[in-house]
């Protein structure tokens, strides 16, 4: 009988176990970021060119613009032919730095500026931050286009490897003081963050772990899914009921936000259809799997529960091809003699695999503003932030606000005692919204400095399939 583990379990591990089951999503997390045998620990590395960007207005085309990306990859040399290559990877934050980080610091600081300045400090907090490109480039703005607000910055790190963390010190402490850098996972965050702040998740949750689901096509009953390995290394998955907190969170969110499992729905409503369907010969007993995102859930609870006060900046994949077979399923991948090999399945060799997902942005929206709207537990934000001289506060004026309107703004969450209001009426923070890559850099973004000769522009015209939520 296996051992049932999590990934917390195995951090202390130097090889990966046998004889065990676990979660999907702890399979996925042990995979990715065990600390002795993790793909993004022993295996990553982020593609990064030298401290100059590239010469856009130089260029013909987007072609041209691509021959010299080659280049730079070219220069980190042939992979060896024993074993996986080097598992090198591009960000939008390298191609186009400064350029990109400009246009983030640009969507944080108007809203700071318009909101906050000058009677809170800017507080952002990054996770997952690679090089530390997306800092400096975004400290380095704030440092020439608003000195006064980067006299009031504080730029805190959230990074889960080591590696990546010492990197980030030698590059960023020594340019920029403000930065604190914290070698820790944001699931094991337990600090409160009183202030008003920004928290950034730039091309990071699309490696963060999944569960799979499956529905009993005769009772229509939630199953997760537990890997199985043996003793000799063979791995499996197998279904089981429901019993996972985290994913029976999932299962009652999606049920109140009306978000439907993907069953036909005849079949989802009618017993005499499925006796029908489950008649047929070869007719599986099984939906299809379908990946969840437990570890996004996760990561808005944290957000919820420790930031408070926080507005939050995400971009990630929307789609991605060479996907495994299932329903918002992974991209599993390896690098081997110089070229990109996609899988097609999830039971791969624990650290030489990337495991990355595609997220449906409007899902997320939904979910994140239902979680926000549902605080865990009550808190008094008043009376742990600097009050604010020029601002009233939701608390002190709810007997009013009912005066000028009997419902609140549709774009807007439910005010929060105690939050402070710049109207003097409790109107809420305005909800989140979903933009394209190109609607949200049309938006920010000086797109001048990465426009072509031809007039292509490779930062509006590349990562089509990346969504902003903000």
């Known amino acids: 009988m296996e051992l049932q583990l999590t990934a917390n379990d195995l951090e202390k591990e130097t090889t990966p176990p046998t004889g065990v089951k676990m979660l999907v999503r702890d399979f996925i ?6 600390p002795n045998y993790g793909y993004f620990p022993k295996q990553a590395t982020i593609f ?5 960007s590239f010469d856009f207005p130089s260029l013909r085309d987007s072609i041209e613009f691509q021959e010299e990306v080659a280049k730079k990859y ?15 990877w591009h960000t939008p934050t390298e191609l ?3 350029w990109y980080g400009q246009a983030i610091a640009q969507c944080v600081v108007s809203e700071y500026l318009l909101k906050y300045f000058p009677y809170e400090d800017f507080v952002i907090y990054e996770i997952g931050a690679g090089n530390g490109t997306l800092a400096m480039d975004i400290l380095n703005y704030l440092q020439e286009a608003h000195p006064m607000v980067y006299e009031r910055t504080r730029y805190n790190i959230i990074e889960i490897s080591g590696s990546l963390v010492q990197l980030q010190k030698k590059k ?12 820790q996972s944001v699931f094991h965050w337990n600090k409160r963050e009183p202030s008003p702040c920004y928290f950034i998740a730039m091309e990071v949750v699309d490696n963060f772990a999944h569960d799979i689901l499956r529905y009993d096509l005769d009772t229509m009953q939630p199953l997760q899914g537990m890997v199985t390995i043996s ?16 994913i029976s969170s999932m299962l009652g969110i999606r049920n109140k936000l009306r978000h439907q499992p993907p069953v036909n729905k005849l079949l989802r409503y009618s017993p005499f259809l499925r006796k029908m369907y489950r008649g047929l010969p070869f007719a599986a007993n099984l939906s299809k799997e379908e990946y969840i995102p437990t570890r ?20 990630d994949f929307s789609s991605l091809p060479d996907s495994i077979p299932g329903i918002n399923a992974p991209v599993v991948q390896t690098r081997f003699r110089n070229t990109t090999i996609p899988c097609s399945t999830l039971l791969v060799k624990q650290g030489y695999f990337d495991i990355f997902f595609p997220t449906d942005f409007e899902r997320l929206r939904d979910m994140y503003e239902h979680i926000l709207s549902n605080p ?7 009376n742990e932030a600097r009050p604010n001289p020029l601002l009233g506060t939701s608390s002190q004026s709810s007997l009013g606000a009912g005066f000028f309107s009997s419902r609140y703004p549709a774009d807007r969450r439910t005010p929060v005692a105690g939050m402070p209001s710049s109207s003097g009426l409790p109107v809420g923070e305005r909800k989140s919204n979903v933009f394209t890559h190109a609607e949200f850099m049309e938006t920010y973004a000086d797109l001048s400095k990465t426009k072509l000769q031809n007039g292509e522009n490779p930062m509006l015209d590349f990562y089509k399939n990346v969504k902003f939520l903000f």
């Open 96 to 98: 186009f730095k400064p």
């Open 172 to 183: 960023l402490r020594s340019a920029h003081p403000c930065v604190k850098i914290t070698h």
């Open 231 to 246: 003793e000799q290394n063979d791995f499996d998955i197998v279904y089981t009921p429901v019993t996972d907190p985290l």
């Open 74 to 88: 070219a220069g980190y040399g042939s992979d060896s032919y024993e074993g996986p290559g080097r598992q090198l």
């Open 29 to 34: 997390e042990d995979s990715l970021y065990n």
């Open 296 to 315: 996004l859930l996760s990561l808005m609870q944290t957000l919820r529960n420790h930031f408070p006060r926080h507005r939050l900046l995400l971009s």
């Open 48 to 52: 990064a060119h030298d401290s100059h």
């Open 376 to 382: 865990n537990h009550p808190t008094n934000i008043s």
